[in-house]
């Protein structure tokens, strides 16, 4: 005879799994987005461009000093008060993607910067200018560098969506809240979300070791 909690944990996957749903998409875009943005604020930075560099390093700055939280807030409650409206979908992208970006740029600066200086000097004395140096010289090999420091920002960028329930978008921890607000059975519900949010980290952690031991062996040939 099944156990009561189980029976329960049964009737309510149906909408645990629609949230983990939400819960992937969100993490998903917002990575792709914050890879693209962080890419671009290192490129930024470690070139040094004028009056772009200072303003990367203080974007970088004001994101890893503040919470996630707080950042969800001002843009989806205090910037409507200037006349800029997001839907709680596209807000919580958006504040998921700035404040990942700024954790990326970091992992990836690092990663450029551990490129030997030989490797920027065989490219230059190739007739590259900086930027083809950067793309098909240096960019290559940080990034084989940077997965590490990458696949954890992607794992905890999972976790983090839970914050964008706050917003009413409903990702696994607002479904299960839901839920627990129907049942009033709070403790194998959060443990249930608790669970998937254990599988998808452990999913990715597996993940990112497959791509670290393939660019290790493309990097040895």
Do not use: C
Request: cysteine-free; aromatic content about 10%; proline content about 5%.
């Amino acid at each position: 005879m099944d156990h009561p909690w189980w029976e329960l944990v049964k009737l309510a996957w149906p909408v645990l799994l629609q949230g983990t749903g939400y819960t992937l998409a969100f993490a998903v875009a917002s990575m792709v987005l914050g890879l693209a943005l962080g890419f671009v604020v290192a490129l930024v930075r470690v070139a040094k461009v004028p009056v772009l560099a200072q303003i990367a390093a203080l974007y970088v700055s004001l994101i890893r000093g503040t919470p996630l939280l707080v950042q969800i807030f001002v843009i989806y409650y205090g910037l409507p008060s200037i006349g800029i409206e997001f839907s709680p979908l596209s807000a919580g992208i958006l504040a998921l993607t700035l404040n990942v970006a700024a954790y990326l740029s970091e992992s990836m600066r690092g990663a450029i910067a551990g490129v030997h200086k030989g490797q920027w000097d065989a490219g230059l004395s190739l007739g590259f200018t900086w930027w083809q140096t950067m793309r098909f010289v240096v960019a290559p090999q940080a990034l084989r560098l940077a997965v590490p420091s990458l696949s954890n920002s992607l794992i905890s960028l999972i976790k983090d969506t839970s914050l964008v329930s706050v917003i009413t978008v409903t990702e696994l921890m607002l479904a299960t809240k839901e839920l627990i607000a129907q049942t009033f059975q709070p403790l194998p519900l959060y443990l249930a979300a608790a669970g998937v949010y254990w599988v998808l980290s452990a999913s990715f952690e597996r993940l990112q070791k497959r791509v670290e031991l393939r660019l290790e062996r493309a990097h040895q040939r």
